[in-house]
T-cell receptor
């Protein structure tokens, strides 16, 4: 069965610093991979997704993620964090069937210090 | 453009009471989903509806029932609420349920069962 691990429960960075959120997945073949963001009191919003092709994908709000098959990872990065990026971030994996097979990680809470 | 609308936003129930969470989308999507979000657990799929007239169990269906009333509406019912059902509930939709489609989320219903 597929699974997703987000090793960091809570990360704190200073505004303007770079950010990397880790995500590791377990699945035999190449999965579909997603990063969602949840602002306080809101539903989730898609940041970016990977299906195939270029392993570096660009998303909204200046985020990018890199798929590394050898490490079973799909880490999210941003070069310079803004205070408005404070939120909870979820990595998700889909085994390639339908969206009802989407498995979410437990999330990483990002705090941004001024 | 309302997207996915959930009602109510907050609800407090006593153990054994019943209630229905409402969800409606105005994007003409075929697939709809109900998730619950618990601290440190990420999102878990309760039920989904791949298309109008069909519903299927997700990862944690026990204690819930659903109705896909029409293409727009997908309700979640708790027949006899239990404290273990205290959670934040999210409704989501996407066009056809395909793996390459993002999910559109409502803003959630915070439910407390005393």
């Amino acid at each position: 069965a597929q699974s997703v691990t987000q090793p960091d429960i809570h990360i704190t960075v200073s505004e303007g610093a770079s950010l990397e959120l880790r995500c590791n997945y377990s699945y035999g073949a190449t999965p579909y991979l997603f990063w969602y963001v949840q602002s306080p009191g809101q539903g989730l919003q898609l940041l970016l997704k990977y299906f195939s092709g270029d392993t570096l994908v660009q998303g909204i709000k200046g985020f990018e993620a890199e798929f590394k098959r050898s490490q079973s990872s799909f880490n999210l990065r941003k070069p310079s964090v803004h205070w408005s990026d404070a939120a909870e971030y979820f990595c998700a994996v889909d085994s390639g069937g339908s969206n009802y097979k989407l498995t979410f990680g437990k999330g990483t809470l990002l705090t941004v210090n001024p | 453009n309302a997207g996915v609308t959930q009602t109510p936003k907050f609800q407090v129930l006593k153990t054994g009471q019943s209630m229905t969470l409402q969800c409606a989308q105005d994007m003409n999507h075929n697939s709809m989903y109900w998730y619950r979000q618990d601290p440190g657990m990420g999102l878990r799929l309760i039920y989904y509806s791949a298309s109008e007239g069909t519903t299927d169990k997700g990862e944690v269906p026990n204690g819930y029932n659903v109705s896909r009333l029409n293409k727009r509406e997908f309700s979640l019912r708790l027949e006899s609420a239990a404290p273990s059902q205290t959670s934040v509930y999210f409704c989501a939709s996407n066009p056809t349920g395909g793996s390459n489609e993002k999910l559109f989320f409502g803003s959630g219903t915070q439910l407390s069962v005393l």
